[in-house]
């Protein structure tokens, strides 16, 4: 079974300075998909970033950008120009590319503090 | 508004009480999930549903009951619920298909008192 770890419960961050966000994952599989989850205090789920594990090339959305390390079984989100709005729990999951019947497996989430 | 909606959005509820918390979406996804979320332990999956007529244990189903008697609906039911269950419930769905987005509803706060 795959597992994704989140070691940081809390972080901060100045507003526009930028902050990094750990995952790891276990896994045996090669073929995959990674998800960054961002919950604000509404609860609504919200993607930000994803990133297929045959690319080799990093995902970038805007201000949001990954370090996709599949040898390490690593992928960070870079937030850059942090914004009071990016204050939220954010949570890394994982899903199989194995089967079109695969599920998420999240992280126990990283809750974001931005500070003014 | 096409999307996914859960019901209700809170609820406090007697230990030893039976629920069902709702879940319907307009997206005609095929695959449907519930989550449970705890501080801590992130989201983990208690019932799937690859299609309708068809359901699949996660990894905490104990306790809970789910149908999927159409596309559209995929209710989660507590027999009887504990102070365990206390929890925030999450129903999401997603089309059939490798590359495709899972879209979630926004929460149900379930309190066992």
């Given at each position: 079974?795959?597992t ?12 526009a ?9 276990d ?26 594990a045959?690319?080799q090339?990093?995902?970038t ?20 120009d942090?914004q009071?709005?990016?204050a ?20 126990e ?8 | ?17 039976r ?23 992130g ?12 359901t ?10 789910v ?14 619920a ?32």
């Open positions: 079974a795959q994704v770890t989140q070691s940081q419960p809390e972080m901060s961050v100045q507003e300075e930028t902050v990094t966000l750990s995952c790891t994952y896994t045996s599989e090669s073929d995959y998909y990674l998800f960054w989850y961002k919950q604000p205090p509404s609860r609504q789920m919200i993607l930000v970033i994803r990133q297929e045959y690319k090339q990093n995902a959305e805007n201000r949001f950008s990954v370090n996709f390390q599949k040898a390490a079984k690593s992928f960070s989100l870079k937030i850059s942090s009071l709005g990016d939220a729990m954010y949570f890394c999951a994982y899903r199989s590319a194995v089967s079109s019947g695969s599920r998420l497996t999240f992280g989430g990283t809750q974001l503090t931005v500070n003014p | 508004i096409a999307g996914i909606t859960q019901a209700p959005t809170s609820q406090i509820l007697a230990a030893g009480r629920m069902t918390l709702r879940c319907t979406q307009d997206m005609r996804h095929n695959a449907m999930y519930w989550y449970r979320q705890d501080l801590g332990l989201l983990r999956l208690i019932h799937y549903s690859n299609t309708a007529g068809t699949g244990k996660g990894e905490v189903p104990d306790g809970y009951s149908s999927r008697a159409n596309t559209d609906d995929f209710p989660l039911t507590l027999a009887s504990v102070p365990s269950q206390t929890s925030v419930y999450f129903c999401a769905s997603r089309r059939e298909g490798m590359n495709t987005e899972a879209f979630f509803g926004q929460g149900t706060r379930l309190t066992v008192v």
